[in-house]
């Protein structure tokens, strides 16, 4: 009888300690301490001369390893990453584009960050803070950065109110100038044309307006198109109010693609006082027309 039941129990026992020798294996072949990266911000430089301001607005994060992207993250971030080792890791700036934070985008016109032989420690943290620069064939048709004497952003037809300078301090959002609009109930309307006309890429080929503004005011922007007939009116987006200066991106790509019989572009930005401010005030600066390099022959 004892030596059946110490068969039995001697059975159990191995029985047990194969199931806990087993599910240890399994737990330790699928554990996995991660590596970490930290980025807390994404700075940005220009050459003043050529591509103006370097004022920017850049929130996110697209991060690649080894060319797979692994996520997009707004800064500051920490995050994990299931790799060690030397990797190739890539940063790609990203914004919102239109001003609408459920529209992430990487921009286009932003270089990546790449760092080549990046090491990933396991719980470790590899912090990156770099900056970057406009692609090498970025070109920039129109800037407007109020500095000069002249405004080659000028009253629409359908404006019943001009656009200025101004060099009060707190008006300003850098430099020695920016543009100001005064609309109220005698003058209500504002429109604001480009003074030149623009040849665009199409054919999808990413074109955006690059602007910093403080309005009281919602305005439009968008572009006039130019036929042998006719000129075609597209608003594309509308900027809320804000009392602190922002910067947006602007995406025109579509609605200049779809304009297959334009010659040529306009940029414009409309106002039409509403009834909650009295008199507001619509401050602008470092307006860009922004696209890639193409070949107009």
């Known amino acids: 009888m004892y030596r059946n039941l110490y068969f039995l129990i001697s059975i159990v026992i191995f029985l047990l300690g194969i199931f806990v020798f087993d599910s240890c294996e399994k737990f330790e072949s699928d554990q996995t301490i991660p590596a970490y990266i930290q980025i807390d911000s994404i700075g940005f430089s220009t050459d003043i001369s050529q591509q103006g301001s370097a004022s920017h607005n850049i929130i996110d994060a697209?991060?690649?390893?080894?060319?797979?992207?692994?996520?997009?993250?707004?800064?500051?971030?920490k995050f994990p990453v299931l790799e060690k080792g030397i990797h190739k890791v890539e940063i790609r700036p990203g914004v919102k584009m239109n001003g609408v934070a459920a529209t992430r985008i990487i921009y286009p016109f932003f270089?990546?960050?790449?760092?080549?032989?990046?090491?990933l420690t396991p719980d470790s943290i590899?912090?990156?803070?770099?900056?970057t620069i406009y692609y090498d064939n970025t070109v920039f048709p129109w800037i407007e950065n109020f500095e000069s004497e002249s405004l080659s952003l000028v009253a629409g037809t359908n404006s019943d109110t001009t656009i200025s300078k101004t060099n009060v301090d707190s008006l300003v959002f850098e430099g020695n100038y920016s543009g100001i609009v005064y609309?109220?109930?005698?003058?209500?309307?504002f429109e604001g044309v480009s003074y030149e006309a623009y040849i665009l890429p199409q054919l999808g080929s990413p074109v955006f307006i690059e602007l910093n503004y403080k309005?009281?005011?919602i305005i439009t922007a968008g572009i006039y198109s130019q036929t042998q007939s006719q000129i075609i009116s597209s608003p594309i987006v509308n900027i809320n109010t804000s009392d602190k200066w922002k910067k947006i991106y602007i995406n025109i790509t579509p609605n200049v693609s779809a304009a297959t019989n334009a010659l040529d572009f306009k940029i414009f930005f409309g106002s039409v006082k509403t009834e909650d401010v009295d008199n507001p005030v619509i401050l602008l600066d470092n307006i860009k027309l922004v696209h890639k390099s193409y070949d107009t022959k």
């Open 111 to 119: 270089k990546p960050i790449t760092l080549e032989n990046c090491r």
């Open 215 to 217: 309005i009281d005011n």
């Open 183 to 189: 609309i109220d109930e005698e003058n209500p309307v």
């Open 126 to 131: 590899t912090i990156i803070n770099k900056s």
């Open 62 to 77: 697209w991060v690649y390893i080894d060319d797979q992207l692994i996520g997009a993250f707004e800064m500051p971030a």
